[in-house]
Structure formats: structure tokens, C-alpha cells
């Protein structure tokens, strides 16, 4: 009920929910209470939680924050709402994000852009904007959201709090809406590592309904994270720390690097050549994926239907460019370009050629350190609307996290200070699986 109360205090101003789910959370809190008193120990039960509006919920409405989905509600749950229901969370609502998690600011909303609770003239990050902003003004305890390209991470750097986006294939991507499907992985934005290794711990591991969830053992992350951290050598990678960096980040981060040193670590330069192919392989790849996933919204089966069609043709034409905004309409067009023959190889067949160098890149650095640090972004939250008219000014905003999706690690974002009065975040990324290291030191660290 307080939490209730509070969304409906403060997200007139903020935007973050698309949906509250009142009657449902307090259902839930009814049943979570009735488990407690029977004795149920699990740490989740009766915490209130948020999902992105990217995971299917089932008989509560899952719209995308597209107009092509505005009254979808879907018949089954994601399997990580599944399992963070049934360890007896509480489902508050579903949070606001770039339609169809393309974006970095959260303005490509069909339902309006979110605001940053540090600086209401400041855009929360995207595309899981609306998590980092709820948990960020506490309309809940944690969230979920989605990352293909940075958007757990990058969100949760610019509203100060923590983002773990897992190994690809850490957590079930069944019910998750596709966007770029060899890249999207869920995961978890919290006010503390603690918090994201008990939500993790819940969604992780095999579900038999994803092919390409792992059956790599999941570990108890929340017991892991007092194992010190001496020793631990992180690497620093010059093409990431170098002029291009604004000199104000570039300052707070060598301040909490110089944290983690005297909590034991080992600060190591590393290379990441290929660094500089991060951001056109991405931009390539993920359009393309995209342009396939997205062929299914045709106004025929589910989602938005335009009216009186002529014909065929028509209904899907018209469906389609009315139900989809401008971002996703041209992704679509560029990833229908370069998946077309004749382009293929030139375009997609180089970019898998890239992504492959970029993998390689880390696969080297890990065999020098145990994990990675660098900027999550390169600088605070920027203005509303102040990147709205050019899209490859808001590309390049990706430019540290990319990399990380395209060699499927994991990587988790921490508060590392604040720039002025907006908050910053550093990144950790870990070797393939290696939540566990990425939790704890982030855990010391706060
Ligand atoms: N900003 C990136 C994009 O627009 C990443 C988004 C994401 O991770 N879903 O594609």
C-alpha cells in the first residue's frame, strides 16, 4: 500500500510506470503475507518489485511501449516473472522504456518520456528508463529490464543505481519480447549489488523453454559477496580511458578505481583494439535482428489493426506505419537493407566479422585479469530532447556497453559518484558466467 501510495504521490511527474497493477500487487502482498506467517524464508517474498513492459505478463497488459501494442495482454507470464512470482515477490507494474527497447533515453515512448529523478530536465536513460527512474524515486524496491546494447546498465548509471545485465544466456528469454535475439538478456536494476544478487539468484538459470538459455550451474550469488577481493586484477583498457573521455568522468572514475585498490585490487592496463568496431557492428547487427523479429507485428494475428483496410497490402502497410514509431520504423528500413541480397555480405556478413574480433578481444584480456572496468557511459544523464532530432548522437551515447552484448558477457553498472549533481556509474565486466565476481565487487565497493 505505501508503495501504491507513493506511485500515485510522485509518477505524474515522472512517467515511470505504464501500467500499476494495484488490485493484482495486492492480491499478491495478501498471499505473501499468509506465506510469511506460515514461516516462508524466501528473501523475496512480499517485496515489491517492478517488471519493464518488455516482459509478458499474463492478463496484465504488456505493451512494449509501442502504439502496436497498446492493448496486448498476453496469455502466459515470462519465465522471469514466473519465478520471481512464485519465490513470492510482489508485482507493483509495468515500467516505461524505449518502444521496443530501442533507445537511449527513454523518449521513444509511445506512452511519453520519463524524467530523471536527479534532474526532472534530464532524460532516466533507456531503454529501461522507467525501471532506473522507479527504483531511483523508490515507487519500488527492484526492477527488471533488458539489455541488449546497455539498457540495464547505462539507465541505471545516469539515475544511480545498480545494473546487472547477465552472460547471454543466464536467464530465460521466453516471454521477454524480442527485440535483437542474439543479443537481449535480461536482468536486474536495484539500489544495491546486494539486491541484484537476490533477484538474480531467483530468475537465473535453465529453462527448458529457451534453446539458448545455459545449463551452467547457477550459484547462491547473495552468499558470494563478502569473498574478498584482494588480488582481484581488474583490467583497464586504454581505448576506453583515454583523451576522448571527458576529464570530469575521466576524474571520478580514477577516484573509485583508487577504491577498489585499497579494498585489494589489482588495477592493470589492458588493449581492446577492436574497440572502435563496437558501435558499427552493433548498429548493424541489431537493426537486422530487429527487422526480423518485428515482421510478425503485421495487423493480422495480435496488436494494433488500422482502420477500413482496402486489401491485404494495405492492412499491413498501414498497421505497420501507423503502429510503429519513428525509431522502430527505421531500424527496420536499415536492417531490411542490410539483411537484403546483394547487401548481405557487405553489411551483415562484415558485422559478424566485427563481432567476432570484438569477442576475441576480451577473450585475450580475460586470460591477463578477472575482470574490466571502464566508463558505463560517456557522460551524465544529458537534456530531454537534447538528442531527439539526431539518432547517431544518441548511438554513439552507447559506446561503452555495446561491446559487452556483442562477446555476450556479463556487466554490471554501480553509482561511482556524481557530475555535479547528476549521478555516474562504473562499469565491470566479468568473464562469461562470472556474475559472482561482478556482484561482490561491486558489493565492497558500496
Ligand atoms: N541503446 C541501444 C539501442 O538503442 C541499446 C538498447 C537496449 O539495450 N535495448 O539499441
Known amino acids: 500500500q505505501?508503495?501504491?501510495?507513493?506511485?500515485?504521490?510522485?509518477?505524474d511527474q515522472l512517467n515511470s510506470y505504464i501500467t500499476v497493477a494495484s488490485e493484482r500487487a495486492l492480491a499478491q502482498a495478501q498471499a505473501a503475507d499468509e506465506r510469511l506467517s506460515r514461516g516462508?524464508?524466501?528473501?523475496?517474498?512480499?517485496?515489491?518489485?517492478?517488471h519493464k513492459d518488455l516482459f509478458c505478463t499474463r492478463n496484465l497488459a504488456t505493451t512494449c511501449a509501442s502504439k502496436m501494442l497498446a492493448n496486448f495482454v498476453p496469455p502466459y507470464d515470462a519465465t522471469v516473472v514466473e519465478r520471481i512470482d512464485t519465490a513470492g515477490a510482489v508485482t507493483l507494474g509495468k515500467t516505461n522504456l524505449d518502444e521496443f527497447a530501442m533507445g537511449s533515453s527513454n523518449e521513444n515512448s509511445f506512452f511519453g518520456a520519463v524524467k530523471n529523478p536527479w534532474?526532472?530536465?534530464?532524460?532516466?536513460?533507456?531503454?529501461?528508463?522507467?525501471?532506473?527512474a522507479a527504483v531511483a524515486a523508490e515507487l519500488c524496491v527492484a526492477a527488471t529490464g533488458t539489455d541488449t546494447g546497455g539498457s540495464i546498465r547505462q539507465p541505471a548509471?545516469?539515475?544511480g543505481i545498480t545494473g546487472l545485465k547477465p552472460t547471454y544466456g543466464r536467464v530465460s528469454r521466453l516471454g521477454m519480447v524480442a527485440y535483437a535475439s542474439s543479443?537481449?538478456?535480461g536482468g536486474v536494476m536495484a539500489k544495491s549489488a546486494d539486491d541484484c544478487a537476490i533477484l538474480l539468484e531467483a530468475m537465473a538459470g535453465f529453462d527448458l523453454k529457451d534453446s539458448t538459455s545455459s545449463g551452467h550451474p547457477t550459484i547462491r550469488y547473495s552468499e558470494q559477496l563478502n569473498t574478498s577481493i584482494a588480488g582481484l586484477r581488474i583490467g583497464i583498457p586504454r581505448q576506453y580511458f583515454n583523451e576522448q573521455l571527458d576529464a570530469k568522468m575521466a576524474g571520478i572514475l580514477q577516484q573509485s578505481l583508487r577504491e577498489l585498490e585499497k579494498l585489494g585490487a589489482q588495477l592493470i592496463d589492458i588493449d581492446l583494439q577492436q574497440t572502435g568496431l563496437a558501435i558499427p557492428a552493433y548498429y548493424i547487427i541489431a537493426p537486422a535482428e530487429a527487422s526480423t523479429n518485428l515482421s510478425r507485428y503485421d495487423g493480422v494475428r495480435y496488436g494494433y489493426r488500422c482502420d477500413n483496410p482496402k486489401d491485404l497490402q494495405d492492412l499491413y502497410v498501414r498497421s505497420r506505419s501507423e503502429g510503429f514509431g519513428k525509431e522502430v520504423q527505421r531500424r527496420i528500413l536499415v536492417g531490411t537493407y542490410s539483411l537484403s541480397s546483394g547487401y548481405y555480405d557487405a553489411y551483415y556478413g562484415q558485422a559478424q566479422r566485427a563481432r567476432r574480433l570484438i569477442a576475441e578481444d576480451f577473450a585475450k584480456a580475460f586470460t591477463q585479469v578477472d575482470i574490466i572496468a571502464s566508463p558505463t557511459t560517456p557522460g551524465p544523464a544529458f537534456g530531454l530532447n537534447s538528442k531527439?532530432?539526431?539518432?547517431?548522437?544518441?548511438?554513439?551515447?552507447?559506446?561503452?556497453?555495446?561491446?559487452?552484448?556483442?562477446?555476450?558477457?556479463?556487466?554490471?553498472?554501480?553509482?561511482?559518484?556524481?557530475y555535479d549533481h547528476r549521478p555516474v556509474g562504473l562499469q565491470l565486466i566479468g568473464n562469461h558466467f562470472d556474475e559472482s565476481t561482478l556482484l561482490r565487487t561491486a558489493h565492497q565497493y558500496q
Do not use: K
Open 40 to 50: 516462508d524464508a524466501s528473501l523475496l517474498c512480499g517485496i515489491p518489485i517492478a
Open 157 to 159: 548509471a545516469f539515475c
Open 119 to 132: 534532474d526532472l530536465d534530464c532524460v532516466p536513460g533507456g531503454s529501461s528508463g522507467g525501471s532506473a
Open 183 to 185: 543479443l537481449d538478456q
Open 388 to 418: 531527439t532530432q539526431d539518432p547517431v548522437a544518441m548511438y554513439l551515447e552507447d559506446i561503452y556497453t555495446l561491446a559487452v552484448n556483442l562477446a555476450g558477457l556479463p556487466g554490471l553498472s554501480m553509482p561511482a559518484g556524481f
Open 2 to 11: 505505501d508503495y501504491l501510495q507513493r506511485i500515485e504521490q510522485r509518477d
